[in-house]
C-alpha cells in the first residue's frame, strides 16, 4: 500500500519567515495531493491540493509544488503568521482509489 | 458554508459496549468516509461509502465496524464490540467526486 513520510516533524519559524513541508510517496498511481491544516483539538482543514497533471498551484500566501518522476511534494507558506501555528498532514489518493493516505504530520510553530 | 456536522462531540463507552457515532454529511456530496485519529498521530483512513455500498475499507475495518445511511441525510459508524484500543477522535468526511474532502468536527470516544 501508499506509505507517505513527511518531513520535518516540527517547524519553528519566525513572524513573517517562510515555511517548507515536504513529503515523499511510494505509489507512482497516486494522483491527488492534498494538505490539511489541523489546530488543536479541531478537524482537519482542507487548506490546498494539487492534482498529478500539475506541477503548482498557490493560493494567496501558501503554495503546493509535486513532482510526479521524484515522488515528494512540498507545502510554501510564505509571510507566515502567528495563526498559522497548528499541525499540517500531506495527503495522497490514488488514481482508483478513495482513500486518503496521510503524513505524519508537521507542528509549525511561528513566534511573533 | 455547509459544513459535515458529527453528533455526539464525546462519547464514553465501556469495553465490549455498542457504539454509534453519527455524522450528517453535506448535502450533495455523494461520497462518505470514516477516519481515525488517536491522540497525537495521523489521520487513519477506515471506510468510504458511495452508491449505497462500501467502495473502500482498510485493514482496521474488521466485522467488528459497519457503516449505514440510514436516510437522506445521515451516515453513522458502529462499533458492536468496543475495544480499549478504539479509543480515538473518529471524523467523518465527504466529498462531492473523491478528491476535496471536507472533514466534521470529530467524535471523541473514551473506551473504559
Redesign the interface.
Known amino acids: 500500500g501508499e506509505n507517505v513520510e513527511q518531513h520535518p516533524s516540527t517547524l519553528s519559524v519566525q513572524e513573517g519567515d517562510s515555511a517548507v513541508i515536504k513529503c515523499t510517496y511510494s505509489d507512482s498511481a497516486s494522483n491527488?495531493f492534498?494538505w490539511?491544516k489541523q489546530e488543536l483539538g479541531?478537524?482537519?482543514?482542507?487548506i490546498i491540493?494539487i492534482?498529478s497533471n500539475v506541477g503548482e498551484k498557490k493560493d494567496q500566501r501558501i503554495a503546493v509544488t509535486l513532482n510526479k518522476t521524484a515522488k515528494h511534494f512540498s507545502l510554501h507558506i510564505t509571510e507566515t503568521q502567528p495563526e498559522d501555528s497548528a499541525v499540517y498532514?500531506c495527503?495522497t489518493?490514488e488514481t482508483s482509489?478513495?482513500?486518503?493516505?496521510?503524513?505524519?504530520?508537521t507542528q509549525l510553530t511561528v513566534n511573533p | 458554508e455547509p459544513e459535515v456536522t458529527q453528533t455526539p462531540s464525546h462519547q464514553v463507552t465501556q469495553m465490549g459496549q455498542e457504539v454509534i457515532l453519527r455524522c450528517v454529511p453535506i448535502s450533495n456530496h455523494l461520497y462518505f468516509y470514516w477516519y481515525r485519529q488517536i491522540l497525537g498521530q495521523k489521520v487513519e483512513f477506515l471506510v468510504s461509502f458511495y452508491n449505497n455500498e462500501i467502495s473502500e475499507k482498510s485493514e482496521i475495518f474488521d466485522d467488528q465496524f459497519s457503516v449505514e445511511r440510514p436516510d437522506g441525510s445521515n451516515f453513522t459508524l458502529k462499533i458492536r464490540s468496543t475495544k480499549l484500543e478504539d479509543s480515538a477522535m473518529y471524523f467523518c468526511a465527504s466529498s462531492a467526486n473523491r478528491d476535496e474532502q471536507y472533514f466534521g468536527p470529530g467524535t471523541r470516544l473514551t473506551v473504559t
Open positions: 491527488y492534498p490539511y479541531k478537524r482537519p482543514q482542507l491540493d492534482r498532514f495527503a489518493r482509489g478513495s482513500r486518503l493516505t496521510f503524513g505524519e504530520g
